[in-house]
């Protein structure tokens, strides 16, 4: 038996953040082939919204939904070398809990020398970038971009940010309708280079990049659509004006659902070959798969799954869906034309909000190397 160490988080009952039904964060073995979730581990942690994993380190990174807004680090004993498997329990260690200066983080996410991370204020409309030290853990916030100076009549609401292969930073924002592109400097602070502006009411959620940063898709939160965002421009698509050096071209929107029925997307990823595009859709509750191979994402397939589906992953062809107010992840294999089945019976799991399987460990490192 082939197993992957996953992580999931999940709204609590107390404290500052949302409220919800679970006790923080759950660590599980995950079969893909059986399409089983065994529990190994647990945090007790107030109202986590995302994680994040070290690609080579045994460390786990959560932001917390609460104000002020607050990161944790943790660091697990008991995970193999590079791939060489798990415990069936994994010993936990808090390396440090701090408070950042916005509230309400929805979003966390490493830089590509994993050496700062990058958090979304939902609540208070900021983008801040924590340094890390030599051995991973957070100490101090050192840049705040406040994206309530780019709206005079929207409320900013930073959502998600997204590192891409070519080092720069794409920041959704749900309330001001755009998706920033930030530069990073070699001390860790980020510059606003570029935005995309999107159609009034969008409400950018969550992206999906290609492998060479060349193209996005976007999910619409308030829209119920989808939309393709191209580096260059395209005969036939709408020029949407960048700040400097290139430009953004976006396609017409696509509905995001087939089932005729108000839908709020939520996540949506790109296939392994970038052929399908995955979309979570609320309202509905369904997951649904578009080929990329038209002018226009065409919709495939559509499968139901639990109630307000916020977040899923893919590992081989298992995609493990949270559904928060199903109070459950889900199990759906998903083929490689783009169809999907249920792979076995829904895993409770009160208020989850966030899937983070262990992502394949790159060669090891030291912190201090230069990447």
């Not at 919709?299 to 799954?305: G, R």
Request: proline share 5%.
């Amino acid at each position: 038996m082939s197993r992957k160490l996953l992580a999931t988080c999940s709204y609590t009952e107390s404290g500052s953040g949302p409220v919800g039904r679970g006790t923080g964060i759950d660590l599980w073995a995950l079969d893909a082939e059986a399409a089983t979730l065994t529990p190994c581990g647990h945090i007790a942690a107030e109202s986590p919204s995302f994680l994040v994993w070290h690609s080579s380190e045994p460390l786990l990174y959560a932001v917390h939904e609460t104000t002020p807004t607050r990161v944790s680090a943790y660091r697990l004993d008991g995970l193999g070398e590079g791939n060489s498997g798990f415990a069936d329990e994994i010993g936990i260690t808090l390396l440090r809990e701090m408070e950042l200066t916005g509230g309400g983080g929805s979003h966390i996410e490493l830089d590509k020398k994993e050496r700062h991370l990058f958090v979304a204020n939902y609540g208070t409309g900021e983008v801040e970038t924590v340094r890390l030290d030599a051995d991973g853990v957070p100490v101090e916030v050192i840049d705040v971009d406040d994206h309530r100076t780019y709206g005079r009549t929207k409320v900013a609401r930073p959502r998600q940010c997204v590192s891409t292969r070519t080092g720069s930073l794409l920041v959704t924002d749900s309330g001001l309708d755009r998706v920033f592109e930030y530069s990073q400097a070699d001390d860790g602070r980020i510059d606003l280079e570029n935005e995309v502006t999107l159609e009034r009411g969008f409400g950018p959620r969550h992206i999906a990049v290609d492998r060479h940063a060349d193209s996005f898709y976007v999910a619409g939160a308030e829209s119920g659509t989808i939309v393709a965002v191209h580096r260059q421009g395209i005969p036939g698509v709408q020029d949407v004006d960048r700040a400097s050096g290139h430009r953004w071209s976006a396609r017409t929107p696509r509905e995001a659902t087939g089932t005729g029925k108000e839908t709020r997307c939520s996540h949506l990823a790109l296939s392994k070959r970038e052929n399908f595009l995955v979309v979570a859709n609320r309202g509905p509750d369904t997951i649904a798969s578009f080929s990329l191979g038209g002018m226009l994402p065409d919709l495939v397939d559509e499968i139901s799954v639990g109630g307000n589906p916020r977040h899923f992953a893919r590992v081989k062809d298992l995609l493990v869906v949270a559904c928060p107010e199903g109070d459950r992840i889900d199990l759906v294999r998903w083929s490689r034309d783009g169809r999907f089945e249920v792979a076995a019976e829904p895993v409770s799991c009160p208020s989850v909000v966030c899937i983070a399987p262990r992502p394949t460990q790159r060669k090891h490192r030291l912190f201090g190397d230069k990447a």
